[in-house]
């Protein structure tokens, strides 16, 4: 039976992610930065683990208890949405440590593994916002464009391990924890200099009345498809709103 290890696990995308591929009787390991009792239904088949992909340590950690893992699925992350004059740039380093450099970090720690194995799976979830060009997102674009350079580059230097690497790119998703968060931190906040803000606002209503959005379970569909992929494909983008940007593109 196959062993998949998610980061970011414990809400939105990667808890839904983490069911799916239960259900479909995957061995799951839910990498959690706070472990919730309550978060997922734990069983023989779907373990939960403490990872902090900023921590070295915790990454260490986390892989030793989970054992040998098939695919890793690099979902954690934080939002970023305001005017980039306002955010700080001990922010700018907060969102790159995490969406970032622990992505890379967590997927440099399996490399061996599946390279000795000769199989393996790294699924990077990015965003939309590498689609196409949008406001108040300068930041997060910035943290999430490097992921899709390095998956691009990164899938090269595996494939002769029969290794494989792949993004998923999820449009716009108004439901989960990520999204409250990245309203409340983002443009109605004090990241918005005040000769930014009625134009951040009319951009934010724009954002919250679009008629395409992504759902988590899009998300979930998108990842199972590109661990199961056998064309090569690169990109997986996830939701209606992801795929015109991607088409448009």
């Keep these: ?57 915790s990454i260490a950690a986390a892989l030793e208890a989970a054992g040998p893992v098939d695919v890793l699925v690099n979902n954690a992350g934080i939002p970023a949405i305001g005017v980039f004059e306002g955010t700080p740039m001990a922010r700018v380093r ?32 990015t965003s939309s916002v590498v689609l196409g060009h949008m406001p108040l997102s300068a930041l997060y674009k910035a943290s999430k464009a490097a992921v899709e350079g390095f998956t691009a580059s990164l899938a090269l230097e595996l494939a002769p391990f029969g290794v494989r690497a792949a993004t998923v790119q999820p449009g716009a998703c108004l439901t989960t924890n990520f999204a409250r968060r990245a309203t409340a931190d983002g443009a109605a906040g004090a ?20 008629e395409l959005f ?36």
């Design 1 to 57: 039976m196959d062993t998949i290890l998610i980061t970011g696990a414990s809400s939105g995308y990667g808890r839904r992610t983490a069911l799916y591929f239960h259900a479909r009787g995957w061995q799951v390991v839910a990498a959690v930065r706070t472990p919730r009792p309550d978060a997922l239904p734990v069983s023989e088949s779907l373990r939960v683990v403490e990872l902090d992909v900023t921590r070295p340590e």
């Design 191 to 210: 990241a918005v200099p005040a000769p930014y803000a009625e134009w951040a606002d009319r951009v934010m209503a724009g954002f919250t009345s679009q």
């Design 214 to 249: 992504t759902t988590e379970e899009d998300v979930a569909e998108a990842v199972w498809r590109a661990v199961h992929d056998t064309t090569g494909q690169l990109r997986f983008p996830a939701g209606a709103d992801a795929h015109r940007l991607a088409e448009a593109r």
């Design 94 to 125: 907060e969102v790159f440590e995490t969406n970032t450099f622990g992505a890379m970090a967590t997927t440099q720690a399996v490399l061996p593994g599946f390279r000795e194995r000769g199989s393996g799976v790294v699924v990077n979830v």
